[in-house]
């Protein structure tokens, strides 16, 4: 698969290089509205520069494009690639809005491409781990989950690009735009989320319009309750954790490792009153449980490269990649919903997938 990469920023840079690193995958053309960037990426790889997105849809030796533009834009960006008939890799979020977020949803719809939204540690082989001890119930009956991240970033950071810390193109602070890869394993792992109370506050930055910490609780349809904690206004910047219990076991990841497991044996039994995290099994279950972990430590850019994989897989093989624009979708309702939540004072529901013109 032959791609075009939109946007030689931060991002941009890794996805060029993961292309250009993964057989099956060449990087053809480096787009940006600024030469300068465009063009030294592009030389990097001995891809083409451009600072128009259309002179890269044109192009027949484009196949598929991999946008790494500020959020706000995405929605745009993918409705013309696939307009040109061009798969698409988009970065997280997928957009900021849930209107944009069912208009790439309506695109892909009448188009003959796909389409994934990063969310990288979804290929994480703790994440992969967790999801199938909750889908084959293991875990039991899940009763509660967290995603805490507790990151640093400068005021230094957010002035960085004019972009970062505003409503229109980050759509957020520290949940949406630092938090909602945590908070996308949650939703991966418990399911559909119902409601939300949030409250966000800008703490210990200035000059931003969103915010720098945020916190909500969340319910889900099987039942479990969930917490929420998303910071950019932690020094020195600690870790991204998510911890989830259910009444057969339990599991953290922290830092993307499996923390811990534990799972009980079936027909096992356990004494009435627990507690301090007893017989961790999490090392041999990722020797043995993970499909991912010898390939993904030997990959530099693991997750990500994992995530390029599943898609171009999912072209050849006409099946929908791991991570959907439905999927996306899901999470950045959960975002949207402890915005909502926090402006108003009140719970706030989770919206469902646009139905309108399915
Ligand atoms: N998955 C991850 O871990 C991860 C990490 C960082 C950023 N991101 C996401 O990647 C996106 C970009 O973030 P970044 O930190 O790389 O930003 P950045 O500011 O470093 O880079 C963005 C680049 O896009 C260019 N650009 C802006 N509008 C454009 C357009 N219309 N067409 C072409 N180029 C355009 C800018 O000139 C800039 O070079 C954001 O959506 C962010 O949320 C994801």
Do not use: K, M, N
């Given at each position: 698969m032959r791609f075009a990469v939109i946007g030689a920023g931060v991002i941009g840079t890794l996805h060029a290089e993961t292309i250009a690193h993964l057989p099956g995958a060449e990087l053809t053309a480096v787009v940006d509205v600024r030469p300068e960037p465009a063009r030294s990426l592009a030389a990097r790889y001995g891809a083409v520069a451009l600072t128009d997105l259309n002179e890269?849809?044109?192009?027949?030796?484009?196949?598929?494009?991999?946008?790494?533009?500020?959020?706000?834009?995405h929605a745009d960006l993918v409705q013309a690639a696939l307009a040109a008939d061009k798969h698409v890799v988009v970065e997280k979020p997928l957009d900021v809005s849930l209107e944009a977020a069912f208009r790439v949803a309506a695109a892909e719809r009448t188009s003959r491409r796909r389409v994934t939204v990063i969310s990288q540690h979804r290929f994480d082989p703790a994440s992969q781990v967790v999801f199938e001890a909750v889908r084959s119930g293991r875990l039991g009956n899940v009763?509660?989950?967290?995603?805490?991240?507790?990151?640093?970033?400068?005021?230094?950071y957010y002035d960085s690009a004019g972009w970062r810390g505003t409503w229109a193109l980050d759509g957020g602070g520290a949940l949406m735009n630092q938090s909602i890869h945590t908070v996308d394993l949650l939703v991966w792992f418990l399911g559909e989320p119902v409601e939300v109370f949030g409250w966000t506050g800008c703490l210990a930055h200035e000059r931003i319009e969103v915010e720098d910490t945020a916190v909500a609780t969340i319910r889900f349809a099987q039942g479990a309750l969930g917490v929420i904690q998303a910071t950019t206004a932690a020094h020195p910047g600690m870790n991204a954790r998510v911890q989830l219990h259910g009444d057969r076991g339990s599991a953290v990841i922290d830092d993307d490792r499996l923390a811990y497991f534990h799972a009980a044996q079936a027909g096992e039994s356990w004494p009435d009153v627990g507690a301090g995290s007893p017989d961790n099994q999490a090392d041999q279950l990722l020797k043995t449980d993970s499909p991912l972990a010898p390939r993904v430590a030997r990959l530099q850019h693991t997750s990500h490269t994992a995530q390029y994989e599943d898609f171009i897989s999912s072209v050849t093989n006409d099946r929908?990649?791991?991570?959907?624009?439905?999927?996306?979708?899901?999470?950045?309702?959960?975002?949207?919903?402890?915005?909502?939540?926090?402006?108003t004072g009140r719970p706030a529901t989770v919206a469902g997938p646009d139905t309108s013109n399915s």
């Open positions: 890269a849809l044109g192009r027949p030796e484009v196949d598929a494009v991999a946008i790494c533009t500020p959020s706000g834009h009763t509660s989950g967290s995603a805490i991240v507790s990151w640093w970033r400068s005021q230094a929908p990649p791991l991570v959907t624009v439905q999927e996306a979708t899901r999470t950045l309702a959960v975002v949207i919903a402890i915005y909502d939540s926090a402006r």
